[in-house]
């Protein structure tokens, strides 16, 4: 099985999105010693984040990451800031990304838009990515379509490391899903469902009632031609019904299209697969949360594991690049 890795960040309440993009494929298809998930906390701050809610937040995506399937005995879950060796790659990567490249990164524009701070850290962003994912000599990242372009970038700052100064870093791949790549916000289609932004009503929680599942669906956008088609330009809110619903079956979106003549149907049926994927998940989070110390245990041994595994390649890079042997 090839090494994997792949990080989901403790800045909001998880989504609809998140589990579909990310998630879920972690269990089903990333199940194995080689893979490591990790909750991103070093990529939370680099917005403002309210000390008490990051830290309930942490635990919380620990939790969502078992009840989403993943065996801890198996995998490596681990949170970020404990293992230092990241923020110390984060360094060297910032020194082989260039300024211009940083400045292409579409996921800054679009954060650094919505705020009147900008923090350095939103900026280089990307460099902690890249030495998140080359610190575990790490061939395939499963992430949602948003991240292709900095995955891209990963490649490209491990690429040019390597020619710099000797093969030192695997080159990554990013595994990026058939259906639900990007989950579109259900007010706003045209925008991808995300954490950060404020849209409640158009944002699935993974943890929503079946009720407010329902309703968020019942209101969902679409448009006045009354067509069921796929077309993610002319008519995204639908077309963003029929991926979910694809995905949330298992089945094609052709197929899935060929089902309805009308909006009201669709969304309905979207809604209840959406429940009942995400009902057990619920049922197990809740298990999960009532019991924070295990958690917190699990995290410890995770983050042993990985900061074992991360020293070799960091040490590895330090050498590459000339700085002397600590010991
Ligand atoms: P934020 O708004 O804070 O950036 P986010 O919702 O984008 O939060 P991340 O923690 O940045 O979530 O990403 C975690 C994982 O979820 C990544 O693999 C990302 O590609 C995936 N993901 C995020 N949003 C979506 C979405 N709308 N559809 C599919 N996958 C998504
Ligand atoms: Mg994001």
Not at 64 to 72: F, H, N, Q, V
Request: aromatic share 6%; hydrophobic share 40%; glycine share 6%.
């Amino acid at each position: 099985m090839a090494r994997v890795f792949s990080g989901i960040q403790p800045s909001g309440d998880l989504h609809l999105g998140n589990y579909l993009g990310a998630l879920r494929r972690f269990a089903r298809e990333a199940q194995s010693p080689e893979s490591l998930f990790c909750i991103v906390d070093l990529h939370a701050i680099t917005v403002p984040q309210d000390p008490a809610e990051l830290r309930a937040r942490t635990i919380q995506m620990a939790n969502l990451y078992l009840a989403s399937g993943l065996d801890p005995d198996v995998v490596t879950l681990f949170v970020q800031s404990h293992v230092p060796a990241h923020s110390e790659l984060a360094w060297l990567m910032e020194c082989t990304a260039s300024f211009g490249e940083l400045s292409r990164m579409t996921q800054f524009k679009e954060k650094s838009d919505r705020r009147d701070f900008v923090s350095a850290g939103l900026f280089t962003y990307p460099a902690l990515m890249a030495a998140d994912i080359l610190l575990y000599d790490t061939a395939q990242v499963p992430v949602g379509d948003d991240q292709r372009q900095h995955l891209e970038l990963t490649r490209d700052v491990a690429m040019r490391f390597n020619s710099r100064y000797g093969d030192t870093f695997v080159v990554p791949e990013a595994v990026i899903p058939k259906a639900a790549a990007r989950v579109m916000d259900l007010q706003n289609p045209t925008s991808k469902m995300s954490k950060s932004t404020e849209s409640p009503q158009g944002t699935v929680g993974m943890l929503d009632e079946p009720s407010t599942i329902e309703k968020k669906f019942k209101r969902a956008v679409t448009d006045n031609d009354a067509e069921v088609r796929y077309d993610v330009e002319a008519k995204p809110g639908v077309s963003n019904l029929l991926s979910i619903l694809a995905a949330a079956t298992d089945r094609t979106i052709e197929d899935v299209a060929s089902g309805y003549t009308q909006y009201g149907p669709l969304k309905a049926d979207a809604a209840a697969a959406v429940v009942e994927v995400l009902g057990p998940v619920q049922e197990r989070y809740a298990e999960l949360a009532a019991d924070p110390a295990q958690t917190e245990k699990i995290l410890a041994s995770g983050a042993e594991k990985a900061r074992a595994a991360a020293a070799v390649v960091l040490d590895r890079a330090r050498d590459a690049v000339g700085l002397l042997p600590r010991s």
